[in-house]
């Protein structure tokens, strides 16, 4: 079982950047596939973003694409999501998702079950 920990968060006004960060422990961190996700208020889950092992391919969702950036740091067993130009409906708990079996491609529509989560970390883009 891998151990993610979301960092970063924070209240920050619109069109202002963040940059969150998810460590991951437990399991060999070039092996996982990564991916954040993120839960509004009264809002279901949803993909924001997703990263292949190594690195070499990325995965947006429509809202986010041009605005955040997802990359990883195989050194420091960590991935990092890039939220610049913020908007108050990207307020939401950013949550941490990992994989050794699944393909990143496929984090997106992936049952929750099958997935490794951590915690979160609370993002509120208010005046």
């Known amino acids: 079982q891998v151990q993610l920990v979301e960092s970063g968060g924070g209240l920050v006004q619109p069109g202002g950047s963040l940059r969150l960060s998810c460590l991951a422990t437990?399991?060999?961190?070039?092996?996982?596939?990564l991916a954040w996700f993120r839960q509004g208020p009264a809002k279901e889950r949803e993909f924001v973003a997703a990263?292949?092992?190594?690195?070499?391919?990325?995965y947006y969702s429509d809202s986010v694409t041009g605005r955040f950036i997802i990359s990883r740091d195989d050194a420091t067993r960590t991935v990092h999501l890039d939220l610049n130009n913020l908007k108050p409906e990207d307020t939401a708990v950013y949550i941490c998702?990992?994989?050794?079996?699944?393909?990143?491609?496929?984090?997106?529509?992936?049952?929750?079950?099958?997935?490794?989560w951590g915690q979160g970390t609370q993002v509120t883009v208010s005046s």
């Open positions: 990263i292949t092992r190594a690195g070499y391919g990325t």
């Open positions: 437990g399991r060999n961190f070039r092996s996982l596939a």
């Open positions: 998702a990992a994989s050794e079996a699944i393909d990143a491609s496929m984090l997106r529509t992936t049952p929750e079950s099958l997935l490794s």
